[in-house]
Structures are given as C-alpha cells and as structure tokens.
C-alpha cells in the first residue's frame, strides 16, 4: 500500500525537533545539535558566538587591572 507523502511521518519535508545536546554556559541558552559550540576540557560548552565567549568570560574570569 502507498501511503500519501503529504501525511506520511516519514516524509522528508517533515522535520523533528532538534535534540537538546547541552546548556551554553554563556547564554545559558541551550545547545542542540548541529550547533557550533566550543567545548572545554571540564565538559563546559559555549556557542561559538563572541558574546556568549563574553558572557562566559564575564561570569568566571577574575577582573583585575595590571
């Protein structure tokens, strides 16, 4: 029997929601797959985005003037 590829679930236009892999720890939005993300070496992730970069510099980083 074919089905009709319209209301076919396997239809390839039809997409699935994207996996959550993660939480930015910049944004703190989340990751998903297919993102560019730079991971570090605890298992900590950011977008690859200079903001989040910024963000999570902010958070952790240790201000101080040389």
């Known amino acids: 029997m074919i089905e ?3 209301i ?3 239809h390839p236009i039809r ?3 994207p996996r959550v892999v993660g939480c930015c720890e910049g944004c703190g939005g989340e990751i998903v ?3 560019d993300v730079i991971e570090f ?3 900590l992730m950011i977008h690859q985005d200079a ?3 910024y963000d999570y510099c ?3 980083g240790r201000s101080m003037r040389v």
């Open 8 to 10: 076919s679930d396997r």
């Open 33 to 35: 797959e297919g993102d």
């Open 15 to 17: 997409q699935e929601e």
């Open 4 to 6: 009709n590829p319209i």
């Open 58 to 60: 902010s958070k952790f």
């Open 41 to 43: 070496v605890d298992g």
């Open 51 to 53: 903001w989040c970069a």
